[in-house]
């Protein structure tokens, strides 16, 4: 039965099974077959089995329900018209007292479906319409609230009553204002008696206007206001807007308080106001609306304001609504709390992440036991510099930490640094000018001198006396810088010291480190810092990966080198001299192509790799030139060439990018840490050189911080904090 099968059916009933046999949910076969729409099957059980047509049409399941009622259950609509056309009974109902109607209207039925079968039996489905179900609902209850429109229009024409109302003393019109059925509610106050259901109130006594208002259905609110609904209060003496408030719906808010604008301070039977259930709810966009369209802060029958709720509730969010907002922050501040002197000492005691965050340092400063981990016993930062010891980055980034640190940069940090950049900006100056004005061709003493005072600075605002000073490869770089721009400089002396060839070698190795090295002077501040960072990190990437695919280099370097250094043709080529403005004819060689030398021939190919191909002379014209013996190095040479240009500029190039930027959130992360650790070797550093009394002097034990002030900034960019910080208004940021 279950599969439909019409053989095993008709088998089943000449073996002599009953049709109105039941199984343990006591459905009988023509149940399951009504299910199914499978109404070929149930003619077939019928006209087998006549005298059990009858029991089997009225036989109920555990549910209650006939074979038509679970045929319309379950959106069987062919088998529900020829259910009427063998006329079955329509005045049974489920254990829920849902007729049949009732399962049409819920199974998304349409009455024009049945419209002949209707008409034949007018009288029994008029007695339908109006039924009502154990929760008191009526087909046009159901229809409204799933938005029905045709059902309804057909409820309507066979005479459906609109204003009867459930258990709940609820109407149709109540349930199309709570599911937001706009084209409904439109249509059943358009119906004959809709001025007589815009203001029926329910059990609660709410107004259809009440319902939507509370659901946030404002395009339903406006359709009823202009329909002409009433403001009426329910038994709360609450009105729409109340309750629009109370769910945070500030369209609907709006939509109210255009029409009537003297609903914004009218209060309850508790004599609350809108802002009152706001502050009560923690409802904290309505609660700015409302104090910015001048809603009054008053006292409610018990004597509270609503940031009295506000702190009895803890509901941070409206509080900070209402203590930061642009135009009413000082009459809020100003109000009288019936349980506290004044407000800041409700915030303060109630919520004070309201107010400001501390910041306590007290952990990271505790030296006591540090000196078993860390072996200098008086090494400053002690708690940073195990976090830096262990690789705790993680730890490093922790906002207290960061905090910390800056804390730090702001008392002394920034001012060394500045000085020391200071200093060497005038280093870099006078070094960029002498290195310039050596191609003057003229030898100045006094630049000399310039030079080698701003050195002297530079090298020794804060050097490290320590032997790991000497490791740092940037510090190599740095001393790199000192020896070649003093070679320089002492060029200007004589050129027995050194040469003017030499002397030009070491200005431009002195200027690109001077250069560079500023560069990475910038690592320490906020911002800039953290793209240097990044770039070195890049760097760093980019050489390792070089380095292992250097073999690829070397490789088409001496194959290249092999097959063409030793090629000599006679083709004669013009050459152009823009000197003379000639035009000359000369032998090509393929010396001039950059492969005669081994060590030449891989800074070519690392030309080649950028795009620097040449395939015409140094491939295509001598192949055309050249005799048979060399041609044949020539085309090996092209052959080489060919898997050059897919393992190196496609593949190799392409490879690097992807590092490149392939995952530069991660870059960026690292970059972020790798600062963090910087930072702590700089102020380390600092504080073992600096007198102990400026230390105590400008050294904090905690800070507060007021995360609302504006002009505020740090030297480090803390990545998503606003689950840490709290904003409170100018108005309580006062030290």
Not at 323 to 338: A, I, L
Not at 500 to 521: D, E, G, P
Not at 718 to 723: E, F, I, Q, S, Y
Request: charged share 20%.
């Amino acid at each position: 039965m279950e599969a439909g099968e019409h053989q095993a059916v008709q088998l089943c009933l000449e073996s002599g099974a009953l049709i109105s046999t039941q199984q343990h949910d006591l459905s009988t076969p023509v149940h399951l077959a009504c299910a199914q729409g499978a109404m070929d099957i149930v003619r077939l059980m019928f006209s087998r089995q006549p005298d059990q047509r009858g029991a089997s049409m009225n036989a109920t399941d555990k549910e209650g329900r006939t074979v038509i009622l679970l045929a319309a259950a379950r959106g069987a609509w062919k088998t529900v018209t020829a259910l009427l056309r063998l006329d079955a009974d329509l005045s049974v109902k489920d254990n829920l007292r849902r007729n049949l109607l009732h399962h049409i209207v819920l199974s998304g039925g349409l009455l024009d479906d049945f419209h002949g079968e209707i008409n034949e039996r007018l009288k029994d489905f008029g007695d339908l319409l109006n039924e009502r179900d154990i929760q008191g609902c009526t087909a046009m209850h159901y229809a409204s609230r799933n938005g029905q429109l045709k059902t309804i229009e057909s409820l309507l024409h066979f005479g459906a009553i609109v204003n009867l109302k459930n258990n709940e003393n609820q109407s149709p019109l109540h349930f199309a204002a709570r599911y937001g059925r706009y084209n409904t509610v439109r249509h059943l106050l358009e119906s004959k008696k809709g001025h007589l259901i815009i203001n029926e109130m329910d059990g609660e006594g709410k107004t259809p206007l009440h319902i939507a208002s509370q659901n946030g259905h404002t395009r339903v609110v406006h359709l009823l206001l202009v329909k002409g609904a009433l403001l009426h209060r329910d038994h709360k003496g609450r009105t729409p807007l109340h309750y629009a408030v109370t769910n945070g719906f500030t369209h609907t808010m709006e939509q109210l308080l255009a029409v009537h604008s003297h609903l914004l301070d009218q209060s309850d039977r508790d004599g609350n106001t809108a802002l009152h259930l706001a502050a009560m709810h923690n409802k904290a966009n309505t609660a700015s609306l409302l104090l910015s369209l001048s809603c009054k802060i008053s006292h409610n029958e018990q004597d509270f304001t609503p940031i009295d709720y506000a702190l009895h509730y803890k509901h941070s969010e409206v509080a900070m609504v209402m203590v930061t907002h642009p135009s009413r922050s000082e009459e809020v501040m100003s109000c009288r709390t019936k349980r506290y002197t004044c407000l800041v000492e409700g915030l303060t005691a109630v919520m004070p992440e309201v107010m400001m965050v501390k910041h306590s340092f007290q952990a990271l400063q505790n030296t006591e036991g540090v000196g078993d981990i860390v072996p200098e016993t008086d090494q400053p930062l002690p708690v940073m510099n195990i976090m830096v010891r262990y690789g705790r980055e993680e730890l490093l980034s922790h906002p207290l930490c960061v905090k910390y640190l800056e804390t730090k940069w702001n008392s002394y940090g920034m001012y060394f640094h500045m000085l020391n950049l200071a200093v060497y900006t005038v280093f870099l100056s006078f070094l960029t000018t002498n290195a310039v004005q050596l191609m003057a061709e003229k030898t100045d003493r006094e630049n000399f001198t310039q030079v080698t005072s701003a050195q002297l600075a530079s090298a020794f605002v804060y050097p490290s006396t320590r032997a790991k000073y000497f490791l740092d490869i940037m510090n190599v770089l740095e001393w790199t810088l000192y020896i070649s721009a003093g070679l320089m400089a002492a060029g200007h002396l004589s050129t027995a010291v050194v040469d003017r060839s030499n002397q030009y070698i070491m200005a431009a190795l002195a200027v690109f480190l001077a250069w560079f090295n500023y560069l990475l002077y910038l690592q320490r501040f906020n911002r800039i810092g953290l793209y240097v960072v990044m770039f070195l990190e890049i760097l760093s990437t980019l050489l390792k990966v070089m380095f292992v695919f250097s073999v690829l280099i070397i490789a088409f370097g001496l194959s290249f080198h092999i097959l063409l250094a030793k090629i000599d043709m006679n083709v004669k080529t013009p050459v152009f001299d823009p000197f003379t403005g000639n035009v000359t004819m000369r032998s090509m060689n393929m010396s001039d192509k950059g492969f005669h030398n081994p060590v030449i021939s891989l800074v070519r190919v690392g030309t080649m790799m950028l795009g620097e191909l040449d395939f015409l002379g140094t491939y295509l014209r001598p192949m055309r030139a050249l005799e048979s013996s060399a041609w044949y190095q020539i085309v090996a040479a092209t052959w080489f060439l060919v898997v050059f240009i897919v393992l190196m500029p496609i593949l190799l190039m392409n490879l690097l990018i992807g590092l490149a930027v392939g995952d530069i959130e991660t870059v960026r992360r690292n970059a972020q840490l790798k600062r963090l650790t910087m930072q702590v070797e700089l102020h380390t550093d600092l504080e073992r050189k600096l007198p102990r009394r400026i230390l105590t002097m400008v050294d904090k034990t905690e800070v507060y911080v007021y995360p609302n002030q504006k002009g505020s900034s740090s030297y480090v960019s803390v990545p998503d904090t606003k689950h840490v910080f709290r904003v409170h208004s100018s108005y309580v940021l006062r030290d």
